[in-house]
């Protein structure tokens, strides 16, 4: 029999799946009833499997009236650049500090997949490839209060690529390289100061596409209301 923490995870996998891969978009309702019939859950373990989503940015419980898939608004995403030039300016300090051949091919395996992604020009792989390469200069960093802080910041950081995967894949990639080459030659300022040019450059690019998909006017009460509506309507004969 299978244990309530499996169904919950399972439950979670799945949503954050489809969050991040923008089959679900930012605004959009998620009703309980459909998503455990779905996922084949009771309510117990779908809730809970909110519940995580919501401490990551992903999900915006409103109590007593339901979810939604977080609204990515261009205040969010400023904010999520704010902290991301911070923070991984400093991992590419650190993992330059660290970096030996041997700790340096797993980020050389994820740059390769990213260059192979962006030479087939397939989204579906360039993503989470330019996703993996930050997420290993963290771990290449070896620092675990910055692994730490900057672990919650991971789906919104590939959900925030995924949203806008129309971006110059090349120019990213061959920024990547640049960074990479930073870090293995252990120039420390070096890589800084690249990861930081690198991330500064996405901000522009990313909040105009941020204007586009945001629906920054999203209510959930006024979502909650709309639900109830709809419920309340007659069903035609």
């Given at each position: ?38 996922l ?10 909110l ?45 330059a ?26 989204p579906?792989r ?29 789906a ?15 120019e ?66």
């Amino acid at each position: 029999m299978t244990e309530p923490g499996s169904l919950r995870h399972r439950a979670y996998e799945s949503i954050k799946a489809r969050i991040v891969g923008v089959e679900l978009r930012p605004g959009q309702r998620l009703v309980e009833r459909d998503l455990a019939t779905e996922l084949e859950v009771s309510r117990i373990p779908l809730r809970e499997a909110l519940r995580m989503l919501a401490s990551e940015g992903l999900v915006l419980l409103v109590p007593g009236k339901g979810a939604l898939v977080a609204p990515f608004t261009p205040a969010d995403v400023n904010h999520l650049f704010d902290v991301r030039e911070v923070l991984e300016s400093l991992a590419a300090r650190l993992a330059a500090a660290n970096a030996t051949p041997d700790r340096l091919r797993p980020l050389e395996a994820v740059l390769a997949e990213a260059i192979s992604a962006t030479h087939a020009g397939d989204p579906q792989r360039i993503a989470p490839a330019n996703a993996a390469f930050h997420a290993e200069i963290i771990e290449l960093a070896g620092n675990p209060l910055l692994s730490s802080q900057m672990r919650p910041l991971a789906a919104r950081t590939e959900w925030l690529f995924r949203l806008t995967a129309d971006r110059d894949a090349a120019e990213q990639c061959s920024e990547h390289q640049a960074l990479f080459d930073r870090i293995a030659a252990r120039d420390e300022s070096g890589a800084a100061a690249s990861a930081f040019a690198h991330i500064a450059a996405g901000r522009a690019p990313s909040l105009a596409f941020a204007e586009a998909w945001s629906q920054s006017d999203v209510d959930p009460e006024q979502i909650a209301r709309a639900r109830r509506r709809r419920r309340a309507e007659p069903t035609a004969n």
